[in-house]
């Protein structure tokens, strides 16, 4: 046997050179043998006084610990105690004191337990915070599950390069992130930490790299937040529980897309329910292992991939409460399958059934777009013409898609061409890329094209009869874009005007480079492309012609956009060139709301005093009179003190109405931002604001408002307001609600005016959120107020006060959550104001009917009527009346008659 070099023969280290030389002197070989004794000696040394370590710190873990009497820890030699194990050199190797109802806390003296390969102590009671373990290389098991643990240190896992189990679930930890130093544990084969408090990102060391072993990932019941890592692809999962991922508040905090799962092969069982992740179901045809897929409530959109239906190895799968399009699946018997009715957007509750081709062609456009949860959410049902977000019909047939500003991203599928009909297709100010498809130049009836405000390069296709509107690509007519493409999103011009915008016709002409230029910083100046076979820089245009009364839409306005040189006056207001025409003459069909502040300043007559209708903090409000007569209201903000909030107040006002579209709320007719000039236009409401009719009524010669204009002057600020928190297609806060910023109209009919301080309300389905103080101050709680002395209070007025002043006490609540919705203000104010009454006092007689009498006795005076001889058939079934024996037919309803009769016993 050999001993670094040395040869052992007869009990004694003699060194292989001694063999060959024996005529050395004896005394070097006495003089080895101690030497070699006394490395013996220092070695068996440090062997105890290590083991001297492990009985310490077990002495110390078991000082920190209420152990129960079953637990029998008492022998001196902790290799000797309970539920501990040591190797030969009585080093501790496993502590398993799992359910055994221990309490107390973990010392900082485990981390010298170098030696330690097992720890469990799960479902007990041990607190405290978790001491660091770093420096455990040979720990391969952690088990602390269900205890009262209160903190993980951010160093934990350092240095467990073994570690190949960890179970921390259901501990009340204070919130901590997985710490780096996990990724030390290549052998990690199961990580376990559901509901343990975990909050921040995913890590992106979660990889094949850091760990190809693993087959367990459970952290269900966290606050994970964000999407997954890219590196998830590469595990080789089997397990994977994400669910129920939300903040304090309750927020559902992981997100983004499943599209990692493709890629994940090996998965068996799949839990990412209670989140908020969005886009479409990934094709799992690869997944042909996969047994169980909860994906419910989630924001998923698109259609279920087929392939999902015929994974043999599949047993559970939950797809309810999403936004889900398409047909809804039909799974195999032996799948059980939780689809509730009326929890996603399927176009048809019958498995497999199929939906209709308009309905197939709609959800594929929105492929390329990721199927935005926006429309999977309102396109529901399998009829496209029934209300369906961004779709107009005529005649069952969609001529028109809208889909301006709707923040889309992606490419423009070729499917639109499969939509014959169409002759509007509008995605202008989104943040689309690509190019414009040449099939789109195969619609048949397709007119208009707006792809305006995008990130779109290369050629435009020749369209023969389509206008097409493609300005504000920076690199469109270009091979490929740029390596940082320049945003095209939404601008806050984007949005649609009422119908009154239309009346806004005037010829602006020779519009100046300054003026120009300032147009083009955002608010739709129309610059012209010449037509040629290489790109050309836009130039600025010279005359702008806005026509108000053409073929088109009566929303929409029909500009027309010349080039230099070029005469107007020559330009039909009927003529459409398509984008490959001769001509230097663009004309495009949008909702502009952009208006020339010298049309502005025509109708105010030069913004003079006598046509001031208002003062605010931030500017004057004008009346305007457009040459056919109509009014409009002018908001000039004061330039002067108008500072960053008023300019905030300023694009919120926009930004909000060209978003937002209701009766009882004032409509934006478009605004002006000419270098300091910044100017709104609305409808004009000529009886002004409600405050006047309010406080001020005598100075002005107005009646007081009675009790009932009253109720339907708060039922129509309700409606309005109902609106903006919960029906729009984005939730709205007014934030400043005030008499003076509800204007009354010719009919006494109010809308809410004035958007500055609007906020939009966070999703995720909260019902209340805190926000920064803002508003009026000044107006005190109803309980204060004394009734208005103008109002002629009798009983049923006097009732009807009682119920609004009841109903205004609840809304002023100090708890949030006692407050009423809007929803229920609408209802309570449309009770008062909308009581039945009978139209006339016999109305119950209309068909010869009298309550008092028994059916015989009616059917006689119908008889006796004549009613019978015309509108009755009396070989019907029969009837044996009360207190007659005789049986008397029963006549059919006479026609028209809402009411039929039943017998006592129901039949």
């Not at 490419?411 to 689309?432: D, K, P």
Request: net charge neutral; aromatic share 6%.
């Amino acid at each position: 046997m050999f001993i670094q070099g040395m040869t052992f023969t007869g009990g004694t280290l003699v060194p292989e050179m001694l063999i060959e030389c024996p005529r050395i002197s004896a005394l070097v070989l006495v003089y080895l043998k101690i030497t070699v004794l006394s490395l013996l000696l220092l070695l068996v040394s440090a062997a105890a006084q290590t083991a001297a370590s492990d009985v310490e710190a077990m002495q110390q873990l078991k000082q920190s610990l209420k152990l129960p009497s079953t637990l029998d820890w008492s022998n001196p030699d902790p290799c000797k105690w309970a539920k501990v194990r040591c190797d030969p050199e009585q080093r501790v190797t496993r502590i398993q004191i799992g359910g055994q109802g221990v309490s107390g806390f973990l010392p900082a003296s485990i981390a010298n337990l170098t030696n330690l390969q097992v720890f469990e102590v799960m479902n007990n009671g041990l607190s405290g915070p978790l001491p660091s373990l770093s420096g455990l290389g040979s720990l391969q098991t952690l088990n602390l599950h269900d205890n009262k643990f209160s903190s993980v240190p951010p160093n934990f896992f350092d240095g467990m390069s073994s570690l190949q189990e960890v179970y921390l679930d259901k501990n009340p930890f204070s919130p901590w992130a997985i710490p780096e130093g996990l990724k030390a544990a290549s052998t990690l084969k199961n990580f376990s930490a559901n509901s343990a408090s975990i909050v921040g990102k995913i890590p992106d060391f979660f990889n094949s790299d850091a760990f190809p072993s693993i087959i367990n990932l459970r952290l269900s019941g966290n606050s994970l937040q964000g999407g997954f890592p890219s590196g998830f692809a590469t595990l080789g999962l089997q397990s994977l529980w994400l669910n129920g991922q939300t903040d304090s508040k309750g927020a559902r905090t992981l997100n983004g897309t499943i599209e990692v799962l493709r890629n994940m092969t090996d998965l068996v069982q799949v839990w990412l329910n209670m989140n908020g992740l969005t886009g479409p179901i990934p094709d799992l045809s690869g997944l042909t292992v996969l047994q169980d897929l909860n994906l419910r409530d989630n924001r998923l959109t698109g259609p279920v991939p087929p392939s999902l239906t015929k994974l043999p190895s599949l047993k559970v799968v939950n797809v309810t409460n999403n936004a889900l399009q398409g047909p809804k699946p039909a799974f195999p018997k032996t799948v059980a399958a939780d689809m509730l009715s009326g929890q996603n957007s399927f176009c048809s509750e019958q498995p497999g059934a199929d939906c209709d081709s308009r309905v197939n062609t709609l959800v594929s456009v929105m492929e390329p777009f990721g199927y935005p949860l926006k429309f999977a959410s309102n396109w529901k049902g399998n009829d496209p013409c029934a209300n369906w977000l961004g779709i107009i019909c005529s005649n069952k047939n969609i001529t028109v898609i809208n889909l301006q500003g709707q923040g889309l991203s992606g490419y423009i599928s070729t499917n639109f061409a499969a939509l014959t009909s169409l002759l509007t297709l509008n995605l202008a100010h989104n943040n689309i890329t690509g190019t414009i498809p040449d099939e789109l130049t195969k619609m048949p009836n397709l007119k208009t094209l707006d792809v305006s405000y995008n990130r779109l390069y290369g050629k435009v296709p020749n369209f023969p009869h389509t206008s097409v509107n493609y300005y504000g690509n920076a690199d469109i007519g270009k091979d490929r874009p740029r390596a940082s493409p320049a945003g095209g999103g939404s601008s806050a011009g984007a949005g649609p005007t009422s119908g009154k915008s239309s009346k806004i016709g005037i010829v602006v002409g020779a519009v100046a480079g300054g003026v120009c230029a300032a147009f083009v910083a955002g608010l739709l100046l129309f610059c012209f492309l010449k037509r040629s076979k290489q790109y050309v820089k836009p130039q600025c245009i010279n005359t702008v012609v806005i026509h108000p009364n053409h073929s088109g839409s009566d929303d929409a306005v029909k500009i027309t956009v010349t080039g230099a040189g070029v005469n107007p006056k020559s330009v039909s207001e009927g003529h459409s060139e398509g984008s490959s025409g001769p001509t230097d003459v663009h004309v495009i069909e949008t909702n502009n709301m952009v208006i020339s502040i010298q049309v502005l300043r025509n109708v105010t007559n030069n913004f003079s005093e006598e046509n001031v209708l208002g003062k605010g903090g931030f500017g004057t409000v004008y009346k305007g009179e457009l040459r056919d007569g109509t009014k409009i209201a002018v908001k000039r903000m004061n330039t002067g003190v108008l500072g960053d909030k008023g300019l905030a107040e300023f694009k919120s006002e926009i930004d909000v109405l060209t978003k937002v579209r209701h009766r009882h709320l004032v409509a934006l007719l478009g605004y002006c931002l000419d270098g300091d000039e910044k100017l709104l236009v609305y409808e004009y409401l000529p009886q002004g604001a409600l405050s006047r009719h309010l406080f001020s009524w005598k100075e002005e010669g107005l009646q007081p408002l009675e009790w009932k204009q009253r109720l339907t002057i708060a039922l129509d600020v309700a409606r309005g307001v109902e609106y903006l928190h919960s029906l729009a297609h984005q939730s709205f806060i007014h934030r400043d609600l005030k008499p003076s910023n509800i204007l009354l109209g010719e009919d006494m009919r109010a809308k809410v005016a004035d958007f500055g301080l609007v906020r939009l309300a966070p999703d995720g389905g909260k019902t209340s959120i805190e926000t920064r103080l803002a508003g009026t101050f000044g107006y005190l709680a109803p309980e204060y107020a004394a009734i208005d002395p103008t109002l002629d209070l009798d009983l049923e007025t006097r009732a009807s006060v009682d119920t609004v002043a009841e109903l205004a006490g609840h809304c002023c609540a100090r708890e949030p959550q006692q407050r009423p919705e809007m929803g229920h203000a609408v209802n309570v104010l449309s009770s008062l104001t909308d009581k039945w009454k009978p139209s006339e006092a016999d109305s119950e007689d209309i068909y010869g009917i009298d309550l008092d009498m028994n059916l015989p006795q009616a059917l006689k005076k119908w008889q006796a009527l004549g009613i019978g001889d015309s509108n009755f058939d009396l070989s019907s079934s029969s009837f044996l009346a009360s207190g007659d024996n005789t049986q008397t037919s029963i006549p059919t309803r006479p026609s028209g008659f809402a009411e039929s009769f039943t017998s006592a016993d129901g039949r």
